[in-house]
């Protein structure tokens, strides 16, 4: 059973940064697509970045184009999300999830993740 714990969240100022981490359980994780979503207050998820397993290629959300980048260690089981520039529309809780199925797709759609953590939240003030 794959589980992930992200970490690293907390409250920022705008224009400072954050490296959100999301360490992952299980044997094969250069094996799994990667993926980091947001969920702000009342409204529903969304994608913010993906990472191939098989070469690390990336896709990012136009919003965060630029600011973020995704990013894994597979020796460390870990996928991170760094976060510049940061903005109030930024805060969300954020979330990893992973697609073991051993796809060499980037997916952007949330629906095809079948492993999510419990989320860390980012507070971006103004």
């Known amino acids: 059973q794959v589980q992930l714990v992200e970490s690293g969240g907390g409250l920022v100022q705008a224009g400072d940064s954050l490296r959100l981490s999301c360490a992952a359980s299980g044997r094969s994780f250069s094996a799994y697509a990667m993926g980091w979503f947001r969920q702000a207050p009342g409204k529903a998820r969304e994608f913010v970045a993906a990472?191939?397993?098989?070469?690390?290629?990336?896709v990012y959300a136009d919003s965060v184009k630029g600011r973020f980048t995704i990013s894994r260690d597979n020796a460390k089981n870990t996928v991170y999300l760094q976060m510049n520039s940061l903005k109030p529309e930024d805060t969300a809780v954020y979330y990893c999830?992973?697609?073991?199925?051993?796809?060499?797709?980037?997916?952007?759609?949330?629906?095809?993740?079948?492993?999510w953590g419990q989320g860390t939240q980012v507070t971006v003030s103004s």
């Open positions: 990472i191939r397993r098989s070469d690390g290629n990336t």
């Open positions: 999830a992973a697609d073991t199925s051993w796809t060499t797709q980037l997916w952007v759609d949330g629906k095809e993740y079948e492993r």
